[in-house]
């Protein structure tokens, strides 16, 4: 069974900068498609950002595009989000998930596995 545990969350103050961890286990990530996504309470999960098998293709949500870099180790079975000159409006609980699709997708419904999450909380 595949499981997925965030860390890193926080207060941070706005401008700051966060980086976010997802240890998996169960399974290689060398073959998945992992993203990050994130939800405000209330609302629906958004995606922000997905990175191929290899590491090497990534998509990014316009929201966080030139702040937000998502990168993976496979020797470690880790993905990150680096998140820098965070806002206010990012704050949310992120949650890391996996994907057996072939290539990059950002529909929630696409992906398999999911983390139980980690909350950022960003002050003005």
């Known amino acids: 069974q595949v499981q997925l545990v965030e860390s890193g969350g926080g207060l941070v103050q706005a401008g700051g900068s966060l980086r976010l961890s997802c240890a998996v286990s169960?399974?290689?990530?060398?073959?998945?498609?992992m993203g990050w996504f994130r939800q405000v309470a209330g609302k629906e999960r958004d995606f922000v950002a997905s990175?191929?098998?290899?590491?090497?293709?990534?998509r990014y949500a316009d929201s966080v595009k030139g702040r937000f870099t998502i990168s993976k180790d496979n020797a470690k079975n880790t993905v990150y989000l680096q998140i820098n000159s965070l806002k206010p409006d990012d704050t949310a609980v992120y949650y890391c998930?996996?994907?057996?699709?072939?290539?990059?997708?950002?529909?929630?419904?696409?992906?398999?596995?999911w983390g139980q999450g980690t909350p950022v909380t960003v002050s003005s």
């Open positions: 998930a996996a994907s057996r699709a072939i290539g990059i997708v950002t529909n929630t419904q696409m992906y398999d596995y």
């Open positions: 169960g399974r290689t990530i060398s073959t998945y498609i």
């Open positions: 990175i191929s098998w290899t590491g090497g293709t990534t």
